[in-house]
């Protein structure tokens, strides 16, 4: 039974943060049951394309419509076997270890949408990593979009819905999920997480930039083994911002190169991330409030971006960009970076 219109509920608003005018949106096609027979739900890893998929199965489903609560209730029967991955009305599909979700995978969910749901009014599919559905797979299951029965809904996660065909894009609305904003995030996680409650502001001000607005990341790095690694990378491309800026002599420099690493993988993230940091500058030499993805101590970058002109932020952010596009083409790394460091044709990156 749809609930009373206006009652200003929002969907999972006790589990969930961030993208609230989405939810809100959803919240009100529940009310009115007018619920889609598809959904692609868009958006970067970590920023909660599974769990609204599973809130909006759940709400759905929920036996607690009539009360003006937010759903789902998470208390009856149905939200209970939903949110805890029980319910047989709800089908993940994934790669399970394979490079994608193939044409055989679609057979059975071509098979298996013909049997009526068990428990609910529904029967749900979600379908992760939809961007690597093969063309072939895709293809196959646009003839069950087509003409789906009246009880299956399906929700397609992907990154980029870019990857998807447009045939299969024109038969399911689009949600684009945004990253969150770190204070809300940081509010958050101060609530629900004992172990990021105890950490120090600057700690917790690292682990908001380094989770880049995704709260499974943010989730992820809150073990502290996970999250050496990436504080021991962003130090360095710090100092190495740092040093690009200053008149450190060549013996210095040479010495940076060798923090860099040695594998592929871990140059080009290295050098990404002096990218986020000279963006932060230049975005700060045009405002001081402009947001920071890079620097979690704002006074450290203002100053910098205070101290550089634009002109050699961008010249040293176009000649990183250089040397990644030179590493991705399997360039020698050394002598990639040594050039990035030492300068080409009488222009000094660093």
């Not at 096609?29 to 970590?46: F, T, W």
């Not at 190169?257 to 986020?276: A, D, H, M, P, Y």
């Amino acid at each position: 039974m749809p609930r009373a219109q206006g009652s200003g509920a929002l969907l999972g608003e006790e589990r969930m943060i961030g993208s609230e005018a989405l939810r809100r949106h959803l919240q009100s096609d529940i009310d009115r049951g007018v619920l889609s027979h598809a959904y692609l739900i868009e958006g970067a890893r970590g920023t909660g394309k599974h769990l609204l998929s599973k809130l909006l199965c759940a709400a759905a489903a929920c036996h607690d419509r009539a009360t003006g609560r937010s759903l789902p209730c998470g208390e009856c029967p149905s939200c209970e076997k939903i949110l805890a991955d029980k319910s047989p009305d709800v089908c993940i599909i994934g790669k399970n270890g394979k490079a994608s979700v193939g044409v055989d995978d679609v057979r059975f969910v071509r098979a298996d949408v013909l049997i009526p749901p068990n428990d609910l009014d529904y029967k749900f599919y979600i379908i992760e990593d939809a961007q690597d559905l093969t063309p072939q797979a895709q293809n196959a299951l646009l003839l069950t979009l087509e003409e789906p029965p009246p009880y299956v809904v399906f929700f397609l996660l992907c990154e980029n819905v870019a990857n998807i065909l447009e045939t299969v894009r024109s038969r399911a609305p689009s949600l684009r999920l945004s990253p969150v904003g770190a204070e809300p995030m940081r509010t958050y996680l101060s609530r629900t997480q004992r172990a990021f409650a105890d950490m120090t502001e600057q700690e917790q001000n690292e682990l908001l930039c380094m989770a880049q607005g995704s709260i499974g990341q943010a989730l992820g790095l809150l073990d502290g083994r996970a999250r050496k690694p990436l504080i021991e990378r962003r130090r360095f491309a710090a100092r190495a911002v740092t040093l690009s800026l200053s008149s450190a002599d060549t013996l210095q420099k040479m010495e940076c190169i060798k923090g860099f690493g040695n594998t592929r993988e871990e140059v080009l993230s290295k050098l990404t991330l002096l990218q986020q940091a000279l963006r932060d500058l230049m975005l700060l030499k045009k405002s001081d409030t402009a947001p920071t993805v890079f620097y979690s101590t704002r006074e450290e970058a203002q100053q910098l971006a205070t101290e550089t002109a634009t002109l050699r932020l961008l010249t040293l952010y176009e000649n990183v960009e250089l040397a990644r596009a030179r590493i991705l083409r399997n360039a020698n790394i050394r002598l990639t970076l040594t050039a990035l460091l030492l300068g080409e044709s009488g222009t000094a990156l660093l």
